[in-house]
């Protein structure tokens, strides 16, 4: 069987499918997150340290995680622009790049609300709170780059020259601070042991986690349709689609 | 090849001795920044003792950030940097070698002036060689990842402040393990472990720094 894998590479083909697309994962979004946060408020037990301020873990976990792996993606699709010079790799480049920092935003500052009344401060210069904020950095960075940018095509490969070097600065930053000061409590879920939270929780993390990614999803897929009408605007298909909505 | 890179390293200095105010301009501008934390936190012995290795490290790793819009705009506005591109000798060496340039007239004072102003904030004695050592070693990684942030930036309107919004938050591991070296050598602790790690970070960026800095320097000059 031969497959085109190069079928969705051009903004053309990709619009109506990323605008389907977006329209499903936006939907599922949030069913995921509606039950995703009626487990986590009424449902989950109360914490027997830290009573009922730990639930905003069913935000800032999935948010912190999701914050690190859309840079991950991000460098990815910057690494394919770079590779294959695909316009729509870069598109999708600068698409993440706000949404990550968005989720960065929200990790840190659920992070420190949470650690008022748990730690008695807002902020400590602790290896995780401060690699992640390093993180939203690198985010700024990154749309600071492009925006800078006037031409579109240098903007993307500048941009992911400078995410590909962020990736591989990313281990080197946090494993520097973790040496620098660690108060931060270890990882409560790990892949490679057995939980230490009731089974409720977890679920409704878990749930929270594809809620949040299913909205990345559809957020960074509207973001890189309007880019792509931005820019594609003088072709053909863009026009059609300008008049049609019209 | 060599020769070409020789002659590189020499032009350069020889431009920066011709115009030696951009070279004491980093310098004074290391000297006046130490000189106003005292004045910012209180002249307190023990505490100017115990902050001197980050406020000389932060000190530093400014002068050399306001260096680097340097490195390759003035070769970018008369063309030289197009030539050396089509030249024979490739980019990530010529590069490097001007990385080098860059960092002995910009880093290299840094690290020669920095025990004199140790001494202001009475540093103990037997930590000089710690802090001087770390210096020595981080500066030029600091020159090496500014070089992708400068090629990057090269032309753009604003570059200088875009440039400090995209190297600063990749200069942080060395400034932390570059200023913990001092302070675990003050600890009791040795600062071997973290001097050891600033030279594997220095090998690591002199292999891929300007490899991805020419890189950058392709994308920007197209």
């Keep these: 069987m031969n497959i085109n894998w190069f079928k969705y590479s051009s903004p053309q083909t990709f619009f109506p499918l990323a605008g389907k697309l977006a329209l499903w994962f936006g939907a599922l979004a949030l069913l995921a997150c509606a039950v995703g946060l009626y487990l986590g408020f009424f449902v989950a037990p109360s914490d027997a340290q830290q009573g009922e301020s730990y639930r905003i873990i069913f935000i800032h976990v999935p948010a912190a995680w999701m914050s690190m792996f859309l840079y991950v993606v991000m460098a990815f699709w910057a690494g394919l622009g770079l590779a294959f010079n695909t316009r729509l790799s870069g598109m999708m480049a600068s698409a993440i790049a706000p949404t990550g920092a968005l989720f960065t935003f929200i990790a840190l500052w659920t992070g420190s609300l949470w650690g008022k009344p748990t730690w008695g401060t807002w902020w400590v210069w602790d290896a995780r709170l401060t690699s992640e904020l390093i993180l939203l950095f690198l985010y700024f960075g990154f749309m600071a780059l492009q925006a800078a940018i006037d031409d579109p095509r240098r903007a993307d490969k500048a941009g992911a020259l400078l995410a590909l070097v962020g990736i591989v600065n990313v281990p080197i930053i946090y494993f520097s601070v973790k040496w620098w000061n660690t108060l931060h409590q270890g990882a409560s879920v790990s892949l490679t042991k057995s939980p230490s939270m009731a089974a409720t929780m977890l679920t409704a993390m878990l749930i929270m986690t594809f809620g949040f990614w299913f909205y990345c999803i559809a957020a960074v897929l509207l973001r890189a349709r309007c880019i792509m009408l931005e820019r594609e605007r003088s072709s053909d298909w863009a026009g059609q689609y300008a008049r049609a909505a019209v | 090849m060599i020769a070409a890179l020789r002659c590189l390293i020499f032009r350069d200095l020889l431009l920066a001795a ?205």
Excluded: C
């Design chain 2, 18 to 222: 011709r115009r030696n105010s951009d070279v004491l301009t980093v310098v004074l501008f290391f000297v006046i920044v130490v000189s106003l934390f005292p004045l910012g936190i209180g002249p307190d012995p023990k505490l100017l003792r115990t902050v001197a290795p980050g406020v000389l490290w932060v000190a530093a790793l400014l002068a050399s950030m306001l260096a680097l819009s340097r490195m390759f705009a003035a070769d970018h506005a008369d063309g030289t940097l197009e030539q050396m591109m089509l030249g024979a000798t490739p980019l990530g060496l010529v590069v490097a070698a001007k990385v080098f340039a860059h960092w002995l007239v910009s880093g290299l004072p840094l690290v020669l002036i920095s025990p004199v102003l140790a001494l202001q904030f009475d540093l103990p004695r037997e930590l000089f060689g710690v802090l001087v050592l770390s210096l020595a070693l981080g500066t030029p990684v600091l020159s090496l990842i500014g070089a992708i942030g400068a090629a990057l930036t090269l032309g753009l309107r604003g570059a200088g402040a875009l440039l400090s919004l995209l190297v600063l938050p990749l200069y942080v591991p060395v400034l932390v393990i570059g200023a913990g070296a001092a302070d675990a050598a003050a600890s009791g602790l040795g600062g071997n472990a973290q001097l050891l790690l600033l030279g594997a970070m220095l090998i690591f960026a002199g292999a891929f720094a300007p490899w991805a800095a020419a890189a950058a320097l392709r994308i920007s000059v197209e």
